[in-house]
């Protein structure tokens, strides 16, 4: 009986905090942007610094809707793109969609759906799953070193 309480409570403050992510995502996006407007002036940068700023934060909001998406949708995308159970699902967290497919890829895992949304995915930029996974790599990498530095230091 306990344990059913707990996963009840569990599963309710999941629904809780995916509300408020719902709600508060598009007021912290929106006070960031405002924010960044204001003080625009005050930074007295060159455009060319600012399409730069703007470019990279850009990208690394598409990385981090790109992580929230795979794991809000992470069982139907499995679902629709994988033609079997995966040891790469969607779903997990800190993962890129454009990982996964890439992995699945290789796996020939991919559904006809999954293989045409990655040929999307390319079109857009040419090896855009590839290099995915390539960047993921070497940040694991890199993350591996790290630890192995402050663990031998």
Not at 56 to 84: M, P, R
Not at 132 to 138: F, R, T
């Amino acid at each position: 009986m306990k344990k059913a309480a707990t996963h009840i409570w569990r599963f309710l403050l999941g629904l809780l905090l995916k509300f408020i992510g719902i709600i508060l995502l598009p007021i912290v996006s929106l006070a960031a942007t405002i924010h960044y407007l204001i003080t625009l002036k005050k930074r007295r940068k060159n455009i060319g610094e600012i399409l730069v700023e703007n470019g990279e934060q850009a990208k690394q909001t598409g990385v981090g809707y790109d992580i929230l998406g795979n794991i809000v949708g992470g069982e139907f995308f499995s679902w629709l793109f994988l033609k079997k159970k995966s040891q790469f699902p969607f779903g997990i967290a800190g993962e890129k969609m454009s990982t996964v497919f890439e992995l699945n890829f290789k796996l020939d895992n991919l559904s006809e759906w999954g293989l045409n949304f990655r040929q999307d995915l390319n079109n857009l930029e040419t090896d855009h799953c590839k290099i995915s996974l390539q960047n993921d790599l070497k940040r694991a990498e890199s993350f591996v070193d790290k630890h192995n530095k402050i663990k031998n230091h």
